[in-house]
């Protein structure tokens, strides 16, 4: 029958923070479903997003980028995420960008790819920027099933890992149904969504400090979606700085989410947001 050889699989991308998995991820479904930002660490959570294609169904896991230079807990719980991601998936997607050498960071993420028991394309991101570096990379396509220079934000040779992808799928049942794009239900997309603002406004240890929990989010009946969330940072002196003189800096990162979500629901919504201290949020985290 037909529909018996539709293929359907997981394709996991895989990198150092900051290399462009999150800002692939979106390119490769057409919409935001993931954060991005130019700060290394900002995906903390192994999301899924989906593409649908007449002959199947990829799904793609983003993971936290593996980082070596700050070896707290959370970056050990982060690249912990990574190394579970690996496990049960049909592709790797091991993204790299060669505006950066080959150092010992991206050698400990080659060891965890090479590693890994099923086909594997690697992907030289940022290819738009001519990076000087890509020559290292270009050294391991032995070890590749394909190697495609690509740019996730341009949406240079986008297609033809999209093609990849089908083509390396096995045949299978749908994992999700038509339509769905993403695992993510409303609440953590919309904490995402603030998270990338503080990312986008503080800077140095700031954002690693914080973590956002939305508490509510309602269909008023003026028609107002209405949504209050907390940012949740482990030091009294980071609150200051993420209130600002007069509130400056939280009402700008409350304003920026609140148009995003205008923009993107086509509807009025207020943000309420405050700022909180909790030291330990990093020892919940999961
Ligand atoms: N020039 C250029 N910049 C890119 C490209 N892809 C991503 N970037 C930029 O690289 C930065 C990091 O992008 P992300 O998608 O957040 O990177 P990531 O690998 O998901 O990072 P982590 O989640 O921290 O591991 C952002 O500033 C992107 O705009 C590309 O193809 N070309
Ligand atoms: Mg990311």
Same mark, same amino acid.
């Given at each position: 029958?037909?529909?018996?050889? $539709?293929?359907?699989?997981?394709?996991? %991308?895989?990198?150092?923070?900051?290399?462009?998995?999150?800002?692939? %991820?979106?390119?490769?479904?057409?919409?935001?479903?993931?954060?991005?930002?130019?700060?290394?660490?900002?995906?903390?959570?192994?999301?899924?997003?989906?593409?649908?294609?007449?002959?199947? @169904?990829?799904?793609? !896991?983003?993971?936290?980028?593996?980082?070596?230079?700050?070896?707290?807990?959370?970056?050990?719980?982060?690249?912990?995420?990574?190394?579970?991601? /690996?496990?049960?998936?049909?592709?790797?997607?091991?993204?790299?960008?060669?505006?950066?050498?080959?150092?010992?960071?991206?050698?400990?993420?080659?060891?965890?790819? #090479?590693?890994?028991?099923?086909?594997?394309?690697?992907?030289?991101?940022? #290819?738009?920027?001519?990076?000087?570096?890509?020559?290292?990379?270009?050294? &391991?396509?032995?070890?590749?099933?394909? !190697? %495609?220079?690509?740019?996730?934000? $341009?949406?240079?040779?986008?297609?033809?890992?999209?093609?990849?992808?089908?083509?390396? =799928?096995?045949?299978?049942?749908?994992?999700?149904?038509?339509?769905?794009?993403?695992?993510?239900?409303?609440?953590?997309?919309?904490? *995402?969504?603030?998270?990338?603002?503080?990312? /986008?406004? +503080?800077?140095?240890?700031?954002?690693?400090?914080?973590?956002?929990?939305?508490?509510?989010?309602? *269909?008023? *009946?003026?028609?107002?979606?209405?949504? @209050?969330?907390?940012? /949740?940072?482990?030091?009294?002196?980071?609150?200051?700085?993420?209130?600002?003189?007069?509130?400056?800096?939280?009402?700008?990162?409350? @304003?920026? !989410?609140?148009?995003? =979500?205008?923009?993107?629901?086509?509807?009025?919504?207020?943000?309420? +947001?405050? !700022?909180?201290?909790?030291?330990? &949020?990093?020892?919940?985290?999961?």
């Amino acid at each position: 029958m037909e529909n018996d050889k $539709k293929k359907s699989g997981l394709a996991v %991308l895989v990198g150092r923070s900051n290399v462009g998995k999150s800002t692939l %991820l979106n390119a490769l479904i057409g919409t935001k479903v993931a954060i991005t930002t130019p700060k290394p660490q900002t995906t903390r959570h192994a999301l899924q997003g989906v593409i649908h294609d007449p002959r199947g @169904q990829v799904v793609i !896991v983003d993971t936290p980028g593996i980082f070596t230079q700050v070896p707290d807990n959370l970056t050990a719980k982060l690249n912990e995420i990574v190394r579970q991601s /690996l496990k049960g998936i049909d592709v790797v997607v091991y993204v790299v960008d060669p505006t950066r050498h080959v150092g010992d960071e991206e050698k400990i993420v080659h060891g965890l790819v #090479s590693a890994a028991p099923c086909p594997k394309i690697l992907v030289i991101n940022k #290819s738009d920027t001519r990076g000087p570096y890509a020559d290292e990379y270009r050294a &391991w396509s032995d070890e590749f099933d394909t !190697v %495609l220079e690509i740019s996730a934000t $341009k949406g240079h040779n986008l297609k033809a890992l999209h093609e990849k992808l089908i083509e390396l =799928m096995p045949v299978g049942e749908e994992l999700y149904p038509a339509e769905l794009l993403t695992n993510q239900n409303r609440k953590f997309r919309i904490a *995402e969504l603030i998270r990338e603002k503080v990312f /986008l406004r +503080l800077h140095d240890e700031v954002p690693y400090s914080t973590t956002v929990e939305v508490d509510e989010v309602a *269909e008023r *009946e003026n028609g107002v979606l209405y949504v @209050q969330a907390r940012i /949740l940072t482990n030091a009294k002196r980071y609150r200051g700085m993420i209130i600002g003189q007069g509130g400056r800096v939280i009402k700008s990162i409350g @304003q920026a !989410v609140r148009k995003e =979500m205008e923009t993107v629901t086509d509807r009025k919504v207020f943000v309420d +947001l405050t !700022v909180e201290v909790e030291e330990k &949020w990093q020892e919940r985290f999961e």
